[in-house]
């Protein structure tokens, strides 16, 4: 990747015009002594600099918009490297040797291989395999603009109903290919094979159309189908003559002039999903008993409901396409033979509650003799088990639904991993949903992979991540900044465009964030468990007791800590007791916070109290630190830490019961892709104060629907808890202003329903377009199964034998 001309053009001039300033501050930077600086650090020192040289006027100037563009430099006196980030997801590279600064523009390849020589200490490799995907996607269309970023869809349709059916009715065969493909249960849908040609199809609209027309518009298939069948169209247009006459209209029309609205909802019509395949393999998955345990929150929490709502909407369209056909939706996980008592992880098929026909389906990790492996696995140790599980898999899964599904969906890098093997193998529809990607959980964790490499294995899951994102058709994130980030940091699938694992594999075109695969999906809590406590007729008063207990109760076991003054609100906070949702950080700003300590109570339910409750190295170490802060700043009378796992029903009461109190939620994670827990408390109405960093900067509209808070600037952020409390004690109102905020924004965007109805739409047009471009596609299947073999598998085995 190149700096344009013109931007070469721009930079340079602004060298000039401050020569001085900027060799003093190449020789400052090089100064500090370290190689890599990020965007904070350059420009704390650029201020820095400017202030002490009596240099303010500086800091609103062109140079100082430069230095600010700069995520990151990379510095071995007298070169000076920079990655620049002047617009959302648009990089330039450049270089200035601080003896004669004179800027030089850089590739995105000679940028990597600078930063491999300051951490490996050597020079130059002599060859090192490149990573790059760009050609294989040169003829396909990509968004241009980042507002357009994670509207994929709307994109695609425009580009479907444009270019597709301009080439010569091309688009219209295809069309006409893709409707009498589609069978379920051995029944042919939409069209017979009576229908070859587009002029047989046109006559065929119309005569139905006539048809219909003369029909009640309540009249069903029984009455109609005959006639239909005998023009060559099958079930699958609607449950009445009116729903099949619009159906066919919209046909029509497409047929006539396309145009993005009316392909999108024809497609969004036609019967083409009645099983979905969903992967979760890591962690213990379950109904009950299983949250907080290792690697297990959030993600089972969303699938459970995703679940719930999928099959609704599955067996709505249905209904209305006029189909008696059940859906099946399977949960694919881990069968764990050494379960936890009380959990289901040892059972292989276990019905979904609320739901008429979902499954979880619970298949084993087998070791190379094909013995099963009973115990649990971090998800950072599973990837020597995932090819052989995907096989088994798709056996199990093909023996229940009696054939392949019509969806696979993964989640997580593991999830996604096994469900690009799975898609190639049974070629259907690839959906990924990441949650959270490792890499820019952990600093530097690509350049450092090999000290990381021992505990964490990011060389293979950055792999992984690689082969899982390019391999699927469509992905769905929560939020914009996953793909993206904003205007001053960059996204997560962002951060795998460009980086390098230094002696494993350089990628200098790994994913574009303009890719029209990306489509802002965002959740919701299920409705029946977390609603606003102000709908007193729900509420759950019989669990009262039970949550005064558990809040107040000095003998509680699993529990440690006394409230002293039962009064004062509460600080609500739940989460995994980990290094990255930083519980242990939000107990030292309130231990150090005599201003917040003095205001309110603090609520942690988290992890275990006992480290030898824990399986888990990192949650032992966040324990030890738990039981280290509350006897460092004495907080066993004003903190209540539970270490137990409520059911959702207590805690979606508990949410509530805190509001009566007008207390409020904190998600202080020093990054969180989503925050279900933040759309939990904000739908019960809790004013909530979440991270900056990921999904919580965009639920959250600060000072009008909760708060945002920096986690890296915790006595701040105890401040503006402080002074949101004492605001609230002088003017009553300001409580129930923001809880009012939080529930109708909650209501307004997310949703379990607006979520399956979209990602039944997104479905039927990814596998248009997949069946469009399959031809096209080969190449770079071929590809990443060439990268799997060559880089994926020697590191999966590699921990195998590490393990031995």
Excluded at 19 to 27: I, N, S
Excluded at 185 to 203: D, N, T, V
Excluded at 250 to 260: C, F, G, H, M, T
Excluded at 797 to 803: Q, V
């Amino acid at each position: 990747m190149k700096v344009s001309d013109s931007m070469n053009e721009d930079l340079s001039l602004c060298m000039d015009e401050h020569r001085e300033v900027v060799y003093l501050l190449l020789r400052r930077y090089s100064s500090l002594g370290r190689p890599f600086l990020l965007r904070s650090e350059l420009w704390d020192q650029f201020s820095a600099f400017c202030q002490e040289n009596d240099l303010e006027a500086l800091l609103d100037s062109a140079l100082a918009d430069t230095i600010r563009s700069v995520q990151e430099a990379a510095v071995a006196a007298p070169w000076v490297y920079f990655a620049s980030r002047r617009h959302v997801a648009r990089w330039r590279y450049f270089r200035i040797h601080a003896e004669s600064p004179q800027l030089e523009a850089i590739s995105a390849s000679e940028y990597l291989r600078f930063k491999e020589q300051l951490v490996t200490g050597g020079g130059p490799e002599p060859w090192v395999l490149e990573f790059d995907i760009g050609p294989f996607n040169r003829e396909f269309p990509k968004l241009q603009e980042a507002r357009s970023i994670g509207r994929g869809v709307e994109f695609l349709n425009r580009h479907l109903s444009s270019q597709l059916f301009q080439e010569l009715g091309k688009g219209d065969q295809l069309l006409l290919d893709f409707l009498r493909l589609h069978q379920c249960q051995g029944q042919q849908l939409m069209l017979s094979g009576r229908i070859k040609e587009l002029a047989e199809l046109r006559r065929c609209l119309r005569e139905a159309d006539d048809y219909l027309a003369r029909k009640p518009g309540e009249a069903g298939w029984d009455l109609v189908g005959p006639e239909l069948q005998r023009l060559g169209l099958e079930p699958g247009w609607g449950r009445t003559a009116a729903r099949m006459r619009d159906t066919l209209g919209l046909l029509s029309d497409i047929l006539e002039a396309p145009e993005p609205g009316t392909l999108g909802r024809f497609l969004g019509r036609i019967p083409m999903i009645f099983s979905v395949v969903i992967l979760s393999p890591h962690g213990y998955f379950g109904q009950a008993n299983v949250l907080g345990l290792p690697d297990t929150g959030g993600q089972v929490v969303y699938i459970l409901d995703q679940v719930r709502a999928l099959e609704h909407e599955m067996r709505t369209r249905l209904h209305e396409q006029g189909l008696g056909i059940e859906p099946r939706i399977l949960v694919v996980t881990r069968l764990i033979p050494e379960a936890p008592p009380g959990s289901t992880c040892n059972q292989r098929v276990e019905s979904i509650a609320g739901t008429q026909g979902a499954l979880i389906l619970r298949i084993p990790f087998r070791g190379p003799g094909g013995e099963v492996i009973p115990h649990w696995l971090s998800r950072f140790d599973l990837w020597p088990y995932l090819e052989r599980y995907s096989r088994e898999v798709e056996r199990e899964v093909v023996a229940e639904l009696r054939g392949r599904p019509d969806l696979i969906v993964g989640n997580y890098s593991d999830g996604n991993l096994v469900a690009t093997l799975l898609a190639q193998r049974l070629h259907v529809t690839q959906c990924n949903i990441a949650h959270a990607l490792e890499k820019t959980k952990y600093l530097m964790s690509d350049l450092y992979w090999r000290d990381n490499d021992p505990q964490y294995h990011f060389g293979c899951q950055f792999t992984a991540d690689l082969i899982a994102m390019n391999a699927a058709d469509f992905i769905i994130t929560s939020t914009y900044q996953e793909i993206a980030g904003h205007r001053d940091s960059m996204g997560q699938y962002e951060s795998y465009g460009v980086f390098t694992l230094p002696g494993l594999y350089r990628v200098v075109n790994g994913m574009d964030p303009f890719e029209p695969k990306f489509n802002i999906v965002s959740p919701g809590a299920d409705a029946q468990v977390y609603f606003p406590y102000t709908e007193s007729e729900r509420r759950l008063s019989r669990l009262h007791d039970e949550i005064r207990a558990i809040l107040y109760q000095p003998d509680l076991p699993g529990a440690r800590g006394a409230l002293r003054d039962p009064g004062k609100p509460l600080l609500f906070t739940m989460a995994r007791l980990d290094r990255i949702k930083n519980i242990t950080g939000l107990v030292e700003w309130y231990g150090r916070s005599r201003q917040l300590r003095d205001r309110a109570n603090l609520l942690v339910v988290a992890g275990h109290i006992d480290p030898g409750s824990s399986t888990d190295a990192e949650e032992q170490q966040q324990i030890a630190r738990m039981h280290e802060l509350m006897d460092q700043y004495h907080l066993d009378a004003e903190l209540r830490w539970l270490g137990a796992r409520l059911e959702r029903n207590v805690t979606g009461e508990l949410y509530r019961y805190v509001a009566d109190g007008r207390g409020a939620f904190v998600q202080p994670a020093l990054f969180e892709a989503f925050g279900l827990t933040v759309v939990e408390a904000m739908t019960s109405g809790l004013p909530t104060f979440a991270t900056v960093y990921g999904g919580p900067l965009e639920i959250i509209e600060d000072g009008v629907s909760g708060f945002h808070i920096d986690p890296n600037h915790g006595d701040r952020a105890a401040q503006r808890m402080a002074e949101f409390l004492d605001r609230c004690t002088v003017e009553p109102d300001y409580w129930e202003r923001i809880s009012t905020g939080a529930m109708e924004r909650v209501a307004a965007r997310y949703t379990w329903k607006l979520y399956a109805e979209r990602i039944m739409t997104l479905s039927r047009i990814y596998g248009y377009w997949k069946y469009v471009t399959d031809l096209e596609r080969d190449e770079t299947r071929r590809y990443l199964e060439m990268f799997y073999g060559l880089q994926f598998r020697p590191l999966a085995e590699k921990i195998r034998e590490e393990a031995r």
